[in-house]
């Protein structure tokens, strides 16, 4: 398994305390709340058929790269 990796976000004051105030009321540290909403969010485009469209386009056309193949 991969070492966490440490990233920095920056937050408006309003954002920072709303989250500071729902961690604090659902007892979880700031950084899990932050963690689950990022994998709930992940899971939501995960779903989303554009976004799955745009991702195989995605994957085709690096694929298309790799190969040397023109697109038509």
């Given at each position: 398994?991969?070492?966490?990796?440490?990233?920095?976000?920056?937050?408006?004051?309003?954002?920072?305390?709303?989250?500071?105030t729902v961690a604090?009321?659902?007892?979880?540290?700031?950084?899990?709340?932050?963690?689950?909403?990022?994998?709930?969010?992940?899971?939501?485009?995960?779903?989303?058929?554009?976004?799955?469209?745009?991702?195989?386009?995605?994957?085709?056309?690096?694929?298309?790269?790799?190969?040397?193949?023109?697109?038509?």
């Amino acid at each position: 398994m991969k070492p966490a990796k440490s990233m920095t976000i920056r937050l408006s004051p309003e954002q920072a305390e709303d989250l500071e105030t729902v961690a604090t009321v659902d007892n979880q540290p700031i950084s899990e709340v932050i963690r689950a909403a990022i994998a709930e969010h992940i899971e939501e485009r995960k779903r989303d058929k554009r976004f799955q469209d745009s991702l195989r386009d995605r994957i085709e056309r690096a694929h298309r790269m790799l190969s040397g193949k023109k697109q038509h």
